[in-house]
């Protein structure tokens, strides 16, 4: 009764540590989302001014789009690039993740390559896409040199003229650009694991792909959410490499994402801001759905394998004690 | 055990292999750093160091490029930045996980629901808002917008949720430590290898934002490593291509220096997760 | 113990520092305001002009005129903020200021050919200054000087002129002496402009196929071709309609007969192998280039390798024209800067005597008064083709380059050719999409009709530009 008491009085704290928060927001954020909203049921286009008329059908904006061929190409687009990326990303970087943290494993010098596996992500988007863009340039280029000299093709690859290869281009990069952030992610979820589990797990004669199995994934799954949530948030507002590297749209659309057909009908030749908005709007509505999801449905699981978890390192602490 | 010591050879091999696929990109930015606009032009790529570092220095020096006052905008924006992220980010995830507030639970839903909000939905009302009340040319609209960081109170949350002990808060009550001390004081030195991985995603983030500051800075005083690096480019008749390469390789610089200090924190790596000690 | 006080300071003088810093961007960093109706001033009490540039030509220009004239630098300095055009950065940040006013309005602007017609002509074009009101007797200066006509049709907005170019763009094709030599037997430029180009782009292509035949690739790309096309014909938008022009259509059958018939290199524009070709280079040598004169003194002068000498420049088989720089004043700049805005303009645009911006640019010695004046550290002795007719005549043209001809005797006329009437403000999107869809049809991943299609329906996804779809 007591504690119940004094948590009420602290209560105050929590909207006030809050406030900077919800005040930035609200001055910053708040307004350019509702303004964006709002032309999006406008008519606004061309010359952006600060007057907004509503159209007489307000959802026509959104109608346009929904009819729009090019708009529904990029979500699938996008969705597409997501998951290629995303994928190996989160593979790798949980398998790289093991084995650092892996003390029977013992890697030398992890530290040197975990700092050095984190480092493409510190280099501009556009320093990479100038990069790539010369790495696979075509019909010479470092990548169709090497290939060739190989053997594994006859004559050169127009990387950026065929919709796969460009997509997997793309997605290369990203992962490339990412699996070292997802690892690092990924290590500290390790990391967060009771140790416990591991010793009760090496008592019980696990090995190594066992413990990987039956202890870190199960124990990693919030931090697998997170990751999740936060690549798929990100993933869905992928710019820069698609933008930079293949002119805006790829081969026949092949890599245009959602955030570059925003981008296009924004700030093109027609500046067509009510059309983006809409766009943007059904974008974030995709999107919420589908991280929302995720997230709840990600997360009831979490919580009864927590207290799993957490039971079982209990009853192997106690045996350890007696 | 020689089976083992074959896997170990291959697990370096495969660690050697992707280091240097980090490193390439690096090398070649340095190298092209010191080759001339045709060679560059005519191999785009190439180890091959040459001799034209100081010629492009001098490419690099002529108009609007500035290198010192670059350094210094960008140092104050992303500094600037990641400070108040990171700060502000801890003290609202620390307000989440610490306290029982009626609304707590639909507070951290409308961050996540932040979180989900596509970049380019709001810039558009985002930089017509700033010229209209008269911040462009300021740094304001690029650093203090991070105190609102839906992704980092996320992160930090689950951070806190994994490493913070309620007793200790509880203990520091009965030293008569006040709540905001006791954040400064004990919370925060905690949370220093989750602020430091933070720290570094944001400042790489803000540090190489180009188009926010592009919109909004119009006067060459204000202008970031980015921008001038863009400038460069500008040419499009003749571009030179050497010193964009350098100024390229100038603006990673800091980067690295940030990044070998903040590092250690990545190599001992934080702790996340839902599960308490 | 101590540790901990000293971290605590540490964070509360960050954040002090802070505060202040935030502070002081606030209230505006530069000199004070207020010296008059919507200027700035500097330290030394000169009005700050608010310029803006996509490349550093204007820029030094101007700065070279107020070395030049001391009476003005006094007076006046131009703050120039240089944004290339990259993904439309450039018009992206220009518009919001346009619009935004203020102290920090930009009062003078240059607009390149891609775009240029949406500050004279399109969306933004209210906020363009007739010339008139800066030169007086303006239709008499710009026919004395004889300023090529698509520069001042491009320039003006409802029968005022509000910009005007100091370039001439046009272009020719750029082609090697040897290769012209060993596969038609002459090098001379008037009988390969009618090998190549007789009866326009058939010609082009028996050319092609003859020189294919002996080795050569004919250009590097489809990409070179389009140069040469996409400012031929129609505009892409007639009346708000979409409108493709017979020669556009032709583009892709073009394109598709340099991929099947081995015509091309296959590289595009400013990559390894374009640039490879220029020095001869690649695997495959290539015959020729579309371009301006730009492009040979600014671009091929540093590619050319073994090669220098061995070029020459002949009239294409299309007229037409890539590039350019048009120079605008805002239609509410404050009384007291029109007179140096107006002199700064009319020196680079329209002064024809030895002493004005063009002759110096024509005749390459622009860079080297940079040079001379302190303002570069660097200078070469590009010569290029410019807007009034009467510079060009007293230039002299001949360069090394191209084996001593005088490539003003190809250009200058390839101006007439040129028109703006093939422009719209949407060119740089629309000509993206087409190009796209042209090399799916070369490629033979589609049929003509399915690429066409295609193209037609970016056009009506991306725009509002109406589409009729057959």
Partial sequence: MKEKKSKNKYAKYGYLFSLPFMITFLVFSLYPIIYTFMI??????GVATGDINMLSNPFQNYMDMFNNQTFRTSLQNTVVLWISNFIPQIVLATVLAAWFTNKQLNVKNSGFFKTLFYMPNIITAASIAILFGALFGAPTGPFNDLFMRFGFIDSPVHWFRNPTTARATVAFIQFWMWYGSTMIIMIA???GINPALFEAAAIDGATGIQTFLKVTLPQLKPIVLFTLVTSFIGGMQMFDIPMLLVDRSGPDNATLTAAVFVFNQAFGGARLWNRAAAASVILFVVCGIIAGSLFFFFRDQDAIAVKKAKKKAMNALKEGNA | MKKFKIGKFFLYLFLIVLSLLSVLPFLIMFVNATRSTPEIQQQALSFIPSTYLVNNWRHLMVGAFNPFVGFQNSFIISAGATILAVYFSSLTAYGIVAYDWKFKNAFFSLIMTILMIPGTIAIIGFFQFMWQIGLNNSFIPLIVPAIASPGVVFFMRQYLQATLSLEMVEAARIDGSGEFATFNKIVLPIMKPALATQAIFIMVGTWNQLFLPLVLLSRQQLWTM??????????????EFGAVWLGLALTVLPLFVVYALLSKYIIAGVALGGVKE | MSFKNKKSLFFLGLVSVFTLLLVACGDGTGGGAGAGPGLRTDSEGRYIINARAFTNEIPHAVELFMYLNPEYAERYYFDFTVISDQDNAYSIALDPALEAGGLDMPHFFTAESAFVLRYTQGTMAAHALPYSELIPDLDARIAEAGIAPFTVEIGTRNDEIVGLAFQSTGGAMIYRRSIAESVFGTDDPDEIASITGENGWDSFLDAARELESAGYAAVVGAGDLWQAIRTTGSPWVVDGELVIDPARAEMMELHRALYEDNLMIDGGAWSDDWFAAMGGTGDRDVFSFFGPA?????????????????WAVAV?????????????ANANVPEEIRGVLGAVIEWITLDA?????????????????????????????????????VVMDLADGTIPLLGGQDMFAVFAPAASYATGAALTQYDVDINNWFLDQSEQYAIGEKTFEEAMNDFKQMVADNTTIIVNFD
């Avoid at chain 3, 002068?301 to 061995?310: A, E, F, I």
Wanted: net charge negative; proline share 3%; no cysteine.
């Fill in chain 2, 226 to 239: 980015p921008i001038m690096v863009a400038q460069l480019q500008g040419n499009i008749y003749r571009t």
């Fill in chain 1, 40 to 45: 999006s049921f406008s008519d606004l286009q």
């Fill in chain 3, 294 to 310: 730009w492009l040979i003194n600014h671009v091929m002068v540093n590619n050319v390798g073994d090669t220098y000498g061995d």
């Fill in chain 3, 353 to 389: 005597t030895t002493n004005g911006f063009q002759y110096k640019f024509a005749n390459g010695t622009f860079e080297r008064a940079l040079y001379d004046a302190g303002i570069t550290n660097d200078y070469s002795a590009a010569k290029d083709v410019v807007a009034s007719s």
């Fill in chain 1, 189 to 191: 979820g390790i990391n």
């Fill in chain 3, 316 to 328: 294409p088989p299309a007229g037409f024209f890539w590039g350019g720089t048009w120079v605008m």
